[in-house]
């Protein structure tokens, strides 16, 4: 009972104090909302941009694991040389490590690529293509990578409208402008062989695409992986993309399919890379960024400081009287310290609180009416604008700002505090 007792006092003593507080700061009312309007914009500034950085990350993250797999198989050292001559370097047996590894349950889909190169002609002109031998099924299971923009993706091979007599090729915009063709036109690829022979197959364009990146879609084109391996006089694959249903098992099924592969009998070394291997432009603006919101971070923490530090060194000063009349009663220098830093704590609560509103704001809107960024250099296409409201990023942001709070508090305040009462008493 006696616990019970006081503990409610220490309860209704620290409410107390907190009103306390609160009534020092309405003193000065425009100061004090003065500061917590800069405590709410340094906030607001920083989780907005941290929310940005954030749906940047997930949207590269994403959009790199849809594109190359989750984890890719291939022949060791695959990524680093070059081959002498198509599928050199390519995996064999792909259909059995298909069937082996479907059966995960984490397990999303296995496509296998095949990744050449030759010359693209219509009869009058030619010119230098890249290509991607592919399963109709990689379209709808990347999502939107890329832009049709006339005709339509690859057809199955295994749907009854397919004709094996006319292979179908999607060639970008670029390509198919530079070639003057359209949706129904015939053209002829040629390449040279895993052999070392020339062959050459025609194909009819079942649609042009747009990737955002022009470069690109002047070189670009995509078929079927069979006619492709037919085209290169091969049954093997270049490489085999691993797709999960969850980004976050990465590193889980990258020790899973690595035992896995282990138990096989007859297969040759095969290498796994998980997409942060092959997320080159992720990594370098994940890093871009990172120092942008750190310096950026390191700044309004200094402006903080600086405009807290000079508001209650003004409050210090207009109340050294009252600081000796508290100390001539017998308060304690850390009581009255206390009071200082409970003000400025309630200036980065209110100023918090105001920021991570208008960051939630903000965010609201942009998901109600959509807002597009212009193209990045060497893009077509811009981008919706989203910024991610993280509870995570606020309450750090929230943390690190009351720390600066009560730095500059506590700094203030001791000047005023370090009088002795006599001074202070006198002070006008």
Not at 226 to 235: F, V
Not at 371 to 388: C, F, K, R
Request: charged share 15%.
């Amino acid at each position: 009972m006696g616990s019970i007792t006081f503990s409610g006092t220490r309860s209704a003593l620290n409410m107390a104090s907190v009103r306390l507080a609160w009534l020092n700061l309405r003193r000065n009312r425009r100061r004090s909302l003065l500061s917590a309007m800069i405590i709410a914009i340094a906030v607001f500034a920083l989780t907005s941009a941290g929310g940005y950085g954030l749906y940047t990350y997930e949207a590269l993250e994403e959009s790199t694991a849809r594109d190359v797999g989750h984890i890719t198989l291939s022949q060791p050292g695959y990524f680093e040389r070059d081959e002498d001559v198509p599928l050199s370097n390519g995996l064999t047996q792909s259909q059995r490590l298909i069937s082996q590894l479907m059966a995960h349950d984490r397990v999303r889909a296995l496509q296998p690529r095949i990744y050449f190169n030759g010359l693209v002609s219509n009869g009058a002109k030619s010119t230098i293509f890249t290509g991607t031998g592919v399963n109709a099924r990689e379209f709808t299971l990347k999502g939107p990578f890329l832009t049709m923009t006339t005709g339509k993706t690859l057809s199955a091979i295994t749907a009854s409208r397919y004709d094996p007599a006319s292979p179908e090729v999607m060639l970008g915009t670029g390509l198919a402008t530079n070639m003057g063709v359209v949706v129904g036109d015939w053209l002829t690829l040629l390449v040279t062989t895993s052999e070392g022979v020339l062959n050459a197959m025609d194909f009819r364009v079942r649609g042009t695409f747009s990737t955002g990146v022009p470069e690109l879609d002047k070189r670009q084109l995509y078929i079927h992986i069979h006619p492709a391996q037919e085209l290169l006089q091969s049954d093997k694959v270049s490489t085999l993309s691993v797709f999960l249903t969850h980004t976050a098992d990465t590193q889980a099924m990258l020790t899973t399919i690595r035992q896995q592969l282990d138990t096989f009998s007859g297969l040759p070394p095969i290498a796994l890379t998980p997409w942060q291997d092959r997320a080159f432009f992720y990594q370098n603006v994940k890093s871009l960024y990172d120092l942008i919101f750190g310096m950026m971070g390191g700044v309004m923490g200094l402006v903080v400081f600086v405009a807290l530090f000079n508001t209650l060194t003004m409050s210090v000063t207009e109340r050294t009287r009252e600081i000796g009349t508290l100390a001539a009663l017998g308060s304690r220098r850390g009581e009255i310290m206390a009071g200082f830093l409970r003000e400025a704590g309630l200036l980065a609560l209110m100023g918090s609180l105001l920021g991570a509103l208008l960051t939630a704001a903000v965010s609201l809107f942009l998901l109600l009416i959509p807002v597009n960024m212009p193209p990045p250099p060497g893009y077509s296409e811009g981008y919706p604008l989203h910024v991610d409201f993280s509870p995570g990023l606020v309450a750090g942001t929230s943390m690190v700002v009351l720390f600066i709070c009560l730095g500059a508090a506590y700094f203030s305040a001791r000047k005023g505090l370090s009088k002795p009462i006599t001074e202070a008493l006198a002070y006008v």
